[in-house]
């Protein structure tokens, strides 16, 4: 539905003619290439396909061709998955979060060279507009010639990988945006913190809002994603941990016990100081936001949003990560107003801005993005591994992809499963 009422407003407002690069460019077909190579292409709604498909060609001056070395699949591939993301066209490459071994450069690249190993942000940026001065990667102006996205949001975002029909592995994506989230909202010494959804992303603020001094961390998600944090969180910090159950939980206006009460209940009456959104607005608890999702009354359901405003105490942050992309209903307005919280939209994270400072934090052992990665899987199972991945089977929670490029496993890393 989202994706039907994007189209609709990219008819009628047009696309737009200053981005400066070709990133619709999903598909290679039309470039004359005749040597293939695999990967995971979007079918349609809740259908992935592994297939052979035509190499990319350099088609500007800055355009890099990399031999991928390793991927992950990522709660944003869901939402591609489930078709709420706008603009996704039938045979559209997936993968947003990789890394690799540059094969060719474009005419205009200088400073990345052929043969050496990079790291990809998930989102295409052009480094010299107002927002990519500042490495605000993610808002680049020039990157995303939808104007959708522009008309409804009332301002640009940058091109992504494998999103919106633009076409150290964990910079790309996971450890800046968590990163982002714990900075951008802001965790002080001290704080008692909610993590809504406790997949990679979730699990990850935990580790960066402990680094701030996180006093107390509850996340907020069902089985098997907390006892996966649980058992992954470092043990000198599992007395500040607490586990909230949704599933177990009723929700809305109520004299049973809900998320909100036990929230309150764990924080000394008051509620959190900070509520990380980490979930996604898809996902609807009750059969009204579900209605209206299904019925294109609204894009998002408001549930987890007003569970972390009334939740958090008077005057606490709520910020948010996970992926919301259009309009929601029966938002509590008033509960934000009157008990002054303030609302954080945490933006699709700039990568650009925190990945040397991850980076050094990694190579200094200050950082350790292995405890998130449960398992490594082939390219080749990408497909059955997406479901698996969506229905949190075997207790995923990060997954490595390989590819035949791939160097032998690093120590620490998961071994390999075959599921064919
Ligand atoms: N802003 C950004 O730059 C950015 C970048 C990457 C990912 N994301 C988004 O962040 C979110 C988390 O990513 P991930 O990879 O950890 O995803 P994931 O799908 O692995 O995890 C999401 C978790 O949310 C939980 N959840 C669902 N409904 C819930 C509810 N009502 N209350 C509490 N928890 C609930 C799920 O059980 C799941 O464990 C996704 O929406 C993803 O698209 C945002
Ligand atoms: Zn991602
Ligand atoms: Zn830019």
Known sequence: MASQAAYVAEKAVGHGDNAVTQQDVSNYEQTGADQT????????????????????????????????????????????????????AKGDVLGHEFCGVVDRVGPGVRRVQ???????????????????????????????????????????TAGMFGYSHFTALYLSDVLSTSYNCVKDTAVYPKDQVAIFGAGPIGQMCGVFALAEGASKLIFVDTEPRLSYVAAHLPAEHRDKLELVDYKKLS?????????????????????????????????????????????????????????????????????????????????????????????????QAPVHKYWDELLRMIQEGKLDPLPMVSHRVRLEDLDKVYYKFEAREEGMQKVYVETKFSAPAAPGCPALTTYS
């Open 37 to 88: 190579m695999k990967a995971l292409v979007w079918m349609g709604k809740n259908k992935v396909e592994m297939a052979d498909v035509p190499r990319p060609q350099i088609l500007e001056d800055g355009d890099v061709i990399l031999k991928v070395t390793g991927s992950t699949v990522c709660g944003s591939d869901l939402h591609l998955l489930h078709g709420t993301v706008i603009e996704l």
């Open 114 to 156: 052929p043969g050496r190993r990079y790291v990809a942000s998930f989102q295409i940026a052009c480094g010299d507009c107002f927002f990519c001065k500042q490495k605000l990667s993610s808002q680049c102006e020039k990157t995303n010639s939808n104007s959708a996205a522009k008309a409804m949001y009332g301002g640009r």
């Open 251 to 347: 929700h809305g206006v109520t004299a049973r016990e809900t998320v909100v009460s036990r929230l309150k209940e764990l924080c000394g009456g008051r509620g959190p100081d900070v509520a990380l959104e980490c979930a996604a607005g898809e996902y609807a608890k009750g059969w009204l936001h579900w209605l209206e999702m299904a019925t294109g009354v609204e894009t998002d359901t408001s549930e987890i949003l007003n569970e972390m405003i009334e939740g958090v105490r008077n005057y606490g942050r709520c910020g948010v990560t996970g992926v919301y992309v259009g309009y929601t209903n029966h938002f509590n307005v008033g509960s934000l107003m009157q008990r002054g919280i303030r609302l954080i939209g945490n933006g």
